[in-house]
């Protein structure tokens, strides 16, 4: 079964930036055939769609509340799935988590996901 781990994630005051990375081990069906994503999770919340590419980087998608902020890649030759994250703001204080599988909005198009890094961005 393939593993994803995520990291990048830290402490960044508000209107800083922060690159989050997910590696995927070599396991099974390639890294290049599956869309992925990021999701995030604060406090009391339910987990919610960040960003989402498809297999070739061909295609992307954004939460509202991430457009023109946030910039999701990726690069098959290292396995590796990007978040860009400018001008961040207090209210993205959150666990963030890559998944493999879709580029939907919705948690259960994913079968596979990290173990999350902690984003905290003070005001």
């Known amino acids: 079964q393939v593993q994803l781990v995520e990291s990048g994630g830290g402490l960044v005051q508000a209107g800083g930036s922060l690159r989050l990375s997910c590696a995927a081990s070599?396991?099974?069906?390639?890294?290049?055939?599956?869309?992925m994503g990021w999701f995030c999770q604060a406090p009391g919340k339910e987990r919610e769609f960040v960003a989402g590419?498809?297999?070739?980087?061909?295609?992307?998608n954004y939460a509202d509340s991430v457009k023109g902020r946030f910039t999701i890649s990726r690069d098959n030759a290292k396995r590796t799935v990007y978040l860009q994250m400018n001008s961040l703001k207090p209210e993205d204080t959150a666990v963030y988590y890559c998944?493999?599988?879709?580029?939907?909005?919705?948690?259960?198009?994913?079968?596979?996901w990290g173990r999350g890094t902690q984003v905290t961005v003070s005001s």
């Open positions: 998944a493999r599988g879709s580029m939907l909005t919705e948690a259960s198009a994913y079968d596979v």
């Open positions: 590419i498809n297999y070739n980087g061909g295609r992307t």
């Open positions: 070599a396991s099974g069906r390639t890294f290049s055939s599956y869309a």
